[in-house]
């Protein structure tokens, strides 16, 4: 069915779709439509769910810890400042290895004071263990949601799907939504390999010595490494079911380009507008969108990375002094590979800042003209 | 049992660090330095009732809306809700812990609403047929009546006397009916009479004898207390000076008595000299109260107190009768003397002491007294005592070993709810005497739950001006959703409500709900104490010794 | 792999915090949906407040709209409150020619460079009962008119988004559409 819908509401759909069995989630902008409209339905009965009520995003992710250590489905949604404040249990979430889902709605993190979009805030977790996807359409979204909870529960990786606060969370646009019965047989319910269970008491995560502490974290970083086998299997089946799919680096006229553009998120949609407009005037850019940081797809990213063409990175996050988070992880694919490519690095669209086709095609202009030159910071102030 | 395990690879291992199979043999219960104890307290209510209600009891009940079981849980204490909602001086209610905390629960409010749910709503189960034991109840007032219910639930063969016409005693020709209408009292009354042979006009001693108690199997004599004390002056046996308690009979029994524009003169400060002084006021007198000490030492109840002072009555302190004369026009002349609080005396009020000199004189057309009221035991050829304990020993011995004794005659405050107690404690009493035992009074061993027995973290605040609209806005009648709602408010003090929190927070699942309430699991209780912590109403303890 | 940049029609709506702004522009997204249009609506981001300016936007192609920054030059502007357009960034936020839908009985002034449509939608909601006195909802008012303007949306498909979006009083803002679908007039 066909629908114009906003980017939350794409998620609650997917959620409700997913028949996720415990949400907690705490309000902030612009996440609050999210939890609004689950814990509507949760308290209507439209879904059979528990909707936990909780003070803090904090206790949002302890409740959904201890919830899905019992062995069911469970979501959660935050922005921002409530990622941060989740931060410690994010951990504990993938070292569990609970395959918690959670949307954040990227926004910016305060000071100043903001409520608009940037990634900084799910990028500072890419630590965390979690798996992160970032989407670029309301399409993608409810796609990803309910891809995510196959892929978190089948790989015991928790995933978060993050998508730009604003230019996309509240841009309605038409949606294909599957049917209930179809997503019942693609993501049937959780079956748990542990789960606490009074009658058969064990311990879970207790202390561990020296001795073991390293293996586990082994089988954790191992399980990222096969994490992809398991996305690309889930994707595969989704498209059977639905036609549709995605690719953790999706290439756009990029056979013949001289130029490509590397980014995520809307900027990525808006690049891609822009190429297709450059191109009628006969410009040979392009795009890779990557739609994974964590796992990275670096055989992927290598893959598409070609001698004489030139690469520029485009950032909606920072981590000062250093630059670019996804530019950061380019740069360390190919440098660990020996690529000699070198990339432009870009900066823009922080704190909510619109990131226009002008701007995008003076980066190409800029990719093309000059030798790359360290961090540009797009549109800043002379 | 434990076992080190010992990986060899990587395969070997779970994906995450968890206990290869079940971990009950780990008996956490062997780190236990103190243990949690379920020890209920007494609540200050159930303290201080003395009629032995489960206040608490009741109001659980209520909270959870079953009314019936909260009435007949009332009844297995008091036979007389209703009487007590309007008449008891709730020290119940004087001595909650929630009043420093926002206000306490209105109790009277509750015993009300219930008295009068139970008139409406309630239908007794049957009674037990009568077995072949027989007690014969003298005098049907509040210890009459509670000892001829409890005997006569327990399938008891019961026969009740009383001098009047009406049951009730002091219920029915004491209280003025503006506090106790007798339309109301009388359905209460003939719901605890059912079953019960009622004897009227029979006075014991006069209309029968000892003889006449030989058929009975125990005898239980609650004749209160009738006879006014006397005040040892000159005059008090004038034809208008009159016993203030006979006054109130004679209006109770609705005899016409009119004190128009008459001046009348209260001597007393008991609860029967208000009443006195009030019905006087009703009845169109100029009511003037005497009292020799000053209204902190009144010994009527500080409601009724409260009530006398919004009337125009007057009120004089420190003031005592010296001499009544007759006049000739028919007045009395009363001559008083003014009195300073001296030295305590042994009720521990400041004793009264005359101002030398300070004689004044009052003229009245009637003068009541009501300075007290002592048992009236003519009817033992060498009576009982008329203070302190009841003399078993001077009573003739036919009677002697089956005679159980309550209400006014003993020496306890005299009150209703202290006659009801005691007339169902009697009744205990002849019920183990029946079955060859005694029951000895029990010593007071009861942990009085006080303030910081709560823990007031888990109780909110009322909004005390909506609560205020909500109970008293419709003249006192509360419905049952009001009830409910202050039902609510209970603390529990001392007493576990199943609130669930020990069972919840406990981190070793060691709280185990069975249908005695909560049990603990030593096998895994590690002593932490969050149980005890968490107790909202301070029903456990943490002993020391593990 | 077509595109249709030139094709891409974009819109603002000019009103008031309480007017039904952001509304107009989601239901008149949906009514180009139905009528075979991809369509991308949002808010001017932010904080939303009664009484103060606010402005949505639409984007209408016949492909799906990757275009995802804000617009800077409508081509066609929806203005529910009349005094908007003498604010200093309102002729900035159009092209030269834009073609606008202006609840207003009279013509104004100040604005005779555009293609101007005007619709008493104030009056329409009025007497239909939209809204209260001092706030008439004018929304679906104006998206009658605008649909006998735009000359690519028919009066069915406003009707059915109308009904699918609008969660009270129904048939009153069906009215409303009509009406204004019969009253609007272009004055030069």
Redesign the interface.
């Known amino acids: 069915m066909?629908k114009?819908v906003s980017g939350n509401e794409a998620t609650s759909l997917a959620v409700k779709l997913s028949r996720a069995q415990v949400i907690s989630a705490y309000p902030i902008t612009p996440q609050t439509t999210i939890s609004e409209k689950l814990s509507e339905i949760c308290g209507s009965g439209e879904l059979d769910a528990r909707f936990v009520k909780v003070e803090s995003e904090h206790s949002a992710m302890a409740t959904l810890i201890g919830a899905s250590s019992t062995g069911v489905r469970t979501f959660t949604a935050t922005s921002a400042q409530g990622l941060a404040l989740m931060h410690e249990l994010l951990f504990w979430a993938s070292g569990a290895r609970l395959p918690i889902v959670m949307v954040d709605v990227n926004r910016a993190m305060a000071a100043p004071w903001t409520?608009?979009c940037d990634q900084t805030d799910s990028v500072a977790q890419r630590d965390t263990g979690w798996m992160q996807f970032y989407c670029?359409s309301n399409q993608e979204i409810l796609d990803s949601v309910i891809c995510s909870f196959k892929i978190a529960e089948k790989s015991s990786i928790p995933c978060m799907i993050c998508y730009d606060g604003?230019?996309?969370s509240?841009?309605?646009?038409?949606i294909d939504i599957p049917e209930q019965k179809q997503i019942d047989k693609f993501l049937p319910p959780r079956k748990a390999e542990y789960f606490l269970d009074i009658d058969n008491p064990q311990t879970f995560s207790g202390g561990t010595l020296p001795n073991y502490f390293m293996e586990i974290r082994y089988k954790l970083h191992d399980a990222f490494e096969k994490a992809q086998g398991v996305i690309n299997d889930v994707y595969d089946g989704y498209n059977k079911l639905t036609g549709r799919s995605y690719e953790p680096i999706e290439p756009y006229?990029i056979d013949d380009a001289d130029r490509v553009l590397i980014t995520s998120g809307?900027?990525a949609?808006?690049v891609?507008?822009t190429v297709?407009?450059m191109?009628?005037s006969g410009e040979k850019v392009g795009m890779l969108r990557i739609r994974q940081l964590r796992p990275f797809p670096e055989k992927e990213l290598l893959y598409y990375i070609k001698p004489n063409i030139k690469y520029g990175a485009l950032d909606r996050n920072l981590s000062p002094g250093t630059g670019g988070v996804f530019s950061q992880e380019i740069r360390s694919v190919l440098n660990r590979n020996g690529n000699g490519n070198r990339i432009h690095e870009f900066i823009a669209g922080l704190g909510?800042r619109?990131?226009?086709?002008n701007n995008i095609e003076e980066i190409f202009k800029r990719i093309g003209n000059v030798e790359p030159d360290g961090i540009n910071w797009v549109g800043l102030l002379k | 049992m434990s076992k080190f395990i010992v990986f060899k690879s990587l395969d070997d291992m779970p994906d995450i660090a968890v206990s290869k199979a079940r971990m009950d043999w780990n008996k956490t219960g062997s780190w236990r330095s103190s243990t949690p104890r379920r020890e209920d307290k007494t609540p200050p209510c159930n303290f201080n009732c003395p009629a032995g209600e489960d206040i608490r009891g009741y109001l659980d009940l209520l909270k959870h809306g079953k009314i019936k079981e909260a009435f007949e849980l009332i009844l297995q204490t008091n036979p007389m809700p209703l009487v007590c909602g309007r008449v008891c001086y709730h020290p119940c209610q004087s001595q909650c812990n929630r009043e420093n905390f926002d206000a306490a629960i209105d109790i009277r409010l509750m015993e009300k609403f219930m008295g009068e749910w139970g008139l409406e709503d309630y239908t007794p189960p049957g009674l037990p047929s009568p077995g072949s034991k027989k007690a014969a109840v003298i005098g049907a007032g509040p210890s009459g009546l509670s000892a001829a219910y409890y005997l006569r639930r327990e399938g008891v063969n019961v026969t009740l006397f009383d001098e009047n016409e009406h049951p009730g005693g002091i219920l029915y020709y004491g209280i003025p009916s503006y506090r106790l209408p007798n339309d109301l009292l009388k359905p209460e009354l003939d719901r605890i009479l059912q079953g019960i042979a009622f004897r009227s006009r029979k006075r014991f001693g006069r209309d029968f004898g000892i003889g006449e108690l030989e058929k009975y199997d125990a005898v239980f004599l609650g004749t209160g207390a009738h006879k006014s004390k006397v005040m040892r002056i000159n005059g008090e046996d004038l034809p208008g000076v009159k016993s203030g308690l006979d006054f109130l009979k004679k209006v109770n029994s609705g005899e016409k008595v009119f004190l128009d524009g008459k001046d009348v003169i209260v001597i007393g400060g008991g609860n029967t000299a208000c009443d006195v002084a009030r019905t006087a006021y009703r009845l169109g007198g100029n009511v003037s109260m005497m009292y020799r000490r000053t209204v902190a030492e009144m010994p009527a109840f500080a409601e009724e107190i409260e009530q006398l002072k919004s009337e125009p009555i007057k009120l004089e302190f420190l003031v005592a009768p010296s001499r009544i004369e007759k006049t000739g026009d028919g007045k009395l002349k009363n001559l008083y003397i003014r009195m300073k609080l001296g030295e305590p005396d042994e009720s521990g009020r400041s004793r009264p002491v005359p101002v030398p000199g300070s004689e004044f004189e009052v003229m009245a057309d009637i003068v009541f007294t009501a300075i007290g009221e002592d048992p009236d035991l003519s009817f033992f050829d060498s009576a009982g005592k008329s203070s302190g304990d009841f003399d078993f020993a001077s009573v003739d011995k036919r009677l002697r070993d089956k005679l159980f004794v309550g209400g006014d005659i003993l020496p306890n405050p005299r009150t209703v709810p202290h006659a009801v107690g005691s007339g169902r404690l009697a009744a205990e009493k002849i019920l183990a005497f029946f079955d060859g035992e005694k029951i000895e009074q029990p010593k007071s061993i009861a942990v009085v739950a006080g303030p910081d027995d709560i823990n007031l973290r888990y109780f909110v605040k009322v909004n005390l001006d909506k609560r205020r609209k909500n109970l008293y806005g419709g003249d006192g009648v509360i419905g049952e959703a009001q009830a409910i709602e202050e039902a609510n408010r209970c603390f529990s003090c001392g007493v576990c409500y199943s609130c669930n929190n020990c069972y919840n927070f406990c981190p070793d699942m060691a709280v185990i709900k069975s249908s005695n309430g909560y049990q603990i699991n030593l096998d895994y209780c590690k002593g932490c104490g969050i149980c005890a912590n968490e107790c909202p109403c301070g029903s456990l303890r943490m002993d020391e010794a593990g | 792999?077509g595109?249709t940049?030139s094709a891409m029609k974009e819109i603002t709506v000019f009103g008031r915090g309480g007017q039904g702004t952001v509304v107009a522009a989601?239901i008149l997204?949906?009514a180009y949906?139905h009528e075979g249009f991809?369509?991308?609506?949002?808010?001017s981001?932010?904080?939303e407040r009664r009484g103060a300016p606010v402005t949505a936007f639409l984007r209408v192609d016949k492909e799906f709209?990757?275009?995802?920054?804000?617009i800077?030059k409508a081509h066609t502007g929806l203005i529910l409150s009349p005094d908007v357009v003498n604010s200093p960034t309102f002729k900035p936020s159009l092209v030269g020619n834009a073609t606008l839908v202006i609840n207003s009985g009279r013509r104004l002034p100040e604005i005779p460079e555009y293609k101007c449509h005007y619709v008493d939608a104030t009056g329409i909601a009025l007497e239909l009962g939209l809204g209260s006195k001092a706030q008439p909802l004018v929304n679906t008012a104006m998206l009658g008119a605008f649909a006998r303007v735009c000359g690519d949306l028919s009066l069915e498909n406003v009707l059915k988004a109308v009904e699918n979006k609008v969660p009270l009083n129904v048939e009153k803002n069906v009215s409303a559409v009509k009406k204004a679908y019969k009253t609007v007039a272009r004055i030069e």
């Open positions: 066909k114009v409520i608009w670029w604003f230019f996309i509240h841009t309605n646009e038409p006229y809307s900027a949609s808006t891609f507008h297709n407009k191109r009628k909510g619109d990131i226009t086709t | 792999m595109t940049v989601e997204a949906e949906f991809y369509t991308q609506s949002f808010p981001f932010g904080v709209i990757y275009l995802r920054s804000m800077y």
